[in-house]
Structure formats: structure tokens, C-alpha cells
């Protein structure tokens, strides 16, 4: 099994690889962006309409405000709020480790655009 770092290396590898070979990288240019678009769950315990909805929620936040992870994180907090009740928590960025007290069921760590890890989780 493969880690998500061994995953990354080897689509980056591939792609150079490509690039080099055929020239013309604008088309595989496209297929990485839209992979690396593409929302990844790394773990949850939530319900599925539930997960669904949050990594929605933090796709749109992420995308509405690329450049200000607080913004998003705010904007994910207060929709879980209101939506799943108080006590929700999100963290939003590149490059960090975590160890979080969660409610059973309440917890989604993904990754979306490549790099951008969001962990989402409710403790009261």
C-alpha cells in the first residue's frame, strides 16, 4: 500500500515523465489539475450524508476564499453550526500534524487541490 506522499511523487514523476516524452504538456497540464481539484478523504467516522455535505461545504469555502484559509475556516464553522448544532472546529492549510479529542462520528480530515489539508471535527 502506497502512502499519499509516494502517491504524489509518483504522479509527479509520470507526468514529467510524459511531458518529456510527447513534448506537449498542456493536455497532461489539465488531467493534473483536475486531479489534484479532486476532494481526497483521507479518514472519517461521519455518516454519510453528513460527509458528503462537509466536504461540499469545504470545497466551496476553500474555493470561494483560495487565498484566505481563515475565511474558509470560518465560513465552515459557522454553516456545521448552525446545520449539525455548536462546537465544530476546522483547521485549513498545508504541512501540519494533529492529535484531536472528537465526538464518535463527527471527524473528516481531506485534502483538496493537492496540498491543502481540512480536518473538520465536532467536540463539546
Known amino acids: 500500500m502506497t502512502?499519499?506522499?509516494?502517491?504524489?511523487?509518483?504522479?509527479?514523476?509520470?507526468?514529467?515523465?510524459?511531458?518529456?516524452?510527447?513534448?506537449d504538456g498542456k493536455k497532461e497540464d489539465a488531467d493534473y489539475k483536475?486531479?489534484?481539484?479532486?476532494p481526497l478523504i483521507r479518514h472519517t467516522d461521519m455518516p454519510e450524508e453528513m460527509r458528503v455535505e462537509t466536504m461540499e461545504l469545504c470545497v466551496t469555502a476553500c474555493e470561494k476564499f483560495a487565498s484566505n484559509n481563515e475565511s474558509a475556516a470560518k465560513m465552515i464553522k459557522e454553516s456545521m453550526d448552525k446545520k449539525f448544532g455548536s462546537s465544530w472546529h476546522v483547521v485549513i492549510?498545508?504541512?501540519?500534524?494533529?492529535?484531536v479529542t472528537h465526538e464518535v462520528r463527527n471527524l473528516?480530515?481531506?485534502?483538496f487541490g493537492g496540498s491543502l489539508a481540512v480536518c473538520v471535527w465536532k467536540c463539546s
Open 34 to 38: 483536475r486531479l489534484q481539484s479532486f
Open 108 to 111: 473528516l480530515y481531506m485534502f
Open 3 to 23: 502512502t499519499l506522499t509516494e502517491e504524489r511523487v509518483c504522479i509527479n514523476r509520470d507526468r514529467t515523465e510524459r511531458m518529456a516524452e510527447t513534448g
Open 93 to 99: 492549510g498545508e504541512g501540519f500534524g494533529f492529535e
